[in-house]
């Protein structure tokens, strides 16, 4: 409760972007004679781009994936025009093309690879699609075996949140620096958009317990933070008002927040008053809860999305967990990192949530990638009570397995939720004095507020190496007490020159700080 009191003033937090077309390069250098080949990877039928393709440098015996809309960016550094880059997709025909061949064109076109049940002799008969996913479940432990392990990792946060309209109306106010004129003009400068990316390169160590949870180290190799930051003036003249009141209750006083019926005492100190962050004001210790914080933050990213891989959840699993709320059809067959595998396409009947296409292997069962999102209408959480307003509105994900040795490893998790909120309610700040009887109301402050808005999240991570480790080496391992954050307010190619990652997002792109 004690932040309540700043609801209205957190909703400044926000800002715009600008627009632009994307670009397709072939190649970049850099200063530090880093090559880069940037391109993008269609359909063949239809020019569609293929989301999370995979691009392999052979020689290297490494690669990244394409981005959501395709294109992706490889360092060939210390490669020449002969070597050659293996790009593949499940249910597409694996193409090889050298170096010099992507440099006359980047544009990499894939073809469908899939046979019709009617044309697949070796089925014998129709298969049931229940009961081949119903073998994934069972065969989970058998093709997904947890290891203690070292990952070489890139992970992308996003953020984005839009107010869709936002009005004040200053009912009553006894501060006499909070009028209508003064609200009038908060409300007339507060941008419509925020937006922010955290990229982060690194090691991560993995141990796990059998009567334990699993535990994490992160070792990160660089990490870049961009974020709009906005001119907070007139909420900081705002804040200033309400602190001198604050810090200026007496003993025999309170503070108490009200919205409609609902309402309750605020317990005030001078450290609960604060908004925003004041970097000249940071120190070693600031920097220090700022490396906890980056820790915690990315170790619950990489904890979500690998917990996520297990199929354990039955709500965001739902047409793997609870077969009766789906329509499936095995839509044909196609082979997968030389491995067989059925195409299975589902949706929902009246009370499933998702649709989507699953690859699973005809022999271990594995479910080796699955792309899916909410079917149209439905939707997750769904709150309207009280002038309060919640919907999980999207929820898409992609994520796919690679087979090593005789197992299968997360190699891409992408999982993005978007919600929308609303707030159509009257708020009361109210300072009170005690006395024996009924307090005596002081000052007061009451603003009507009409509130809507929208946000969405992501988080992809690409395992781009796994290798097998002992405990010793786990614990021996110890995290960086300090770890340099690089802050920027609008995208550069410069920013992951020489390494490997996913291509950043269009909208990354285009990206640009207000003026």
């Not at 995290?479 to 920013?495: A, G, H, R, S, W």
């Amino acid at each position: 409760m004690k932040q309540f009191l700043f609801f209205i003033i957190s909703l400044l937090f926000i800002s715009k972007g600008i627009s632009q077309t994307e670009e397709n390069y072939i190649i970049q250098n850099d200063t530090n004679n880093h090559k880069l080949i940037k391109g993008i990877i269609l359909d063949a039928g239809n020019d569609i781009p293929l989301p999370y393709a995979n691009i392999f440098l052979l020689h290297k015996n490494s690669g990244v994936v394409s981005n959501e809309a395709g294109y992706f960016s490889l360092d060939i550094s210390s490669s020449n025009d002969e070597d050659s880059i293996r790009i593949s997709y499940i249910g597409y025909k694996t193409k090889e093309l050298t170096i010099k061949e992507l440099k006359i064109s980047s544009n990499i076109s894939l073809k469908e690879d899939h046979l019709m049940l009617n044309n697949i002799t070796l089925f014998g008969s129709n298969p049931d699609p229940i009961k081949i996913i119903e073998k994934v479940l069972e065969n989970r432990s058998m093709n997904y075996k947890e290891t203690n392990c070292k990952k070489h990792v890139f992970l992308r946060n996003r953020y984005i949140s839009n107010v869709k309209e936002i009005n004040f109306d200053h009912k009553k106010s006894s501060f006499l620096d909070i009028n209508e004129k003064r609200i009038e003009i908060l409300e007339n400068e507060i941008p419509q958009q925020t937006v922010s990316y955290k990229d982060f390169l690194g090691d991560v160590y993995v141990l796990k317990g059998e009567s334990e949870s699993t535990k994490l180290k992160i070792d990160p190799v660089k990490i870049i933070e961009l974020e709009q930051k906005n001119d907070l003036t007139n909420l900081g003249e705002l804040e200033e008002t309400f602190k001198k009141e604050f810090i200026n209750t007496k003993n025999n006083e309170y503070w108490k927040i009200k919205t409609g019926i609902i309402g309750g005492k605020l317990e005030i100190d001078e450290n609960s008053i604060s908004v925003g962050n004041n970097k000249s004001e940071e120190n070693t210790d600031t920097l220090t809860n700022q490396n906890k914080e980056l820790f915690r933050s990315q170790k619950w990213s990489i904890k979500n999305l690998t917990s996520f891989s297990t199929f354990n959840d039955e709500e965001e699993w739902e047409f793997l967990h609870n077969t009766n709320k789906y329509e499936y059809t095995i839509y044909g067959a196609t082979v997968a990192n030389g491995e067989e595998v059925y195409i299975i396409d589902f949706k929902p009947d009246h009370r499933g949530k998702f649709k989507g296409r699953m690859y699973i292997t005809m022999n271990t069962h594995a479910l080796v990638r699955v792309d899916y999102e909410y079917d149209k209408g439905k939707v997750g959480t769904d709150l309207q009570l009280f002038g309060i307003g919640f919907s999980e509105n999207t929820f898409n994900v992609s994520i796919y397995f690679e087979k090593k040795q005789n197992y299968y490893q997360l190699k891409y998790c992408s999982k993005m939720e978007g919600y929308e909120y609303s707030l159509d309610r009257s708020i009361s700040l109210i300072k009170k004095k005690r006395r024996l009887f009924i307090d005596k109301k002081l000052e007061q402050i009451k603003i009507g507020i009409n509130f809507s808005g929208a946000s969405e999240s992501s988080i992809e991570m690409l395992v781009l190496e796994e290798n097998k480790i002992n405990q010793d080496q786990f614990y021996n391992f110890i995290e960086k007490e300090n770890t340099e954050i690089i802050y920027v307010d609008q995208f550069d190619d410069e920013l992951w020159k020489g390494y490997s990652i996913i291509e950043p997002t269009k909208q990354m792109k285009e990206y640009k700080k207000l003026k």
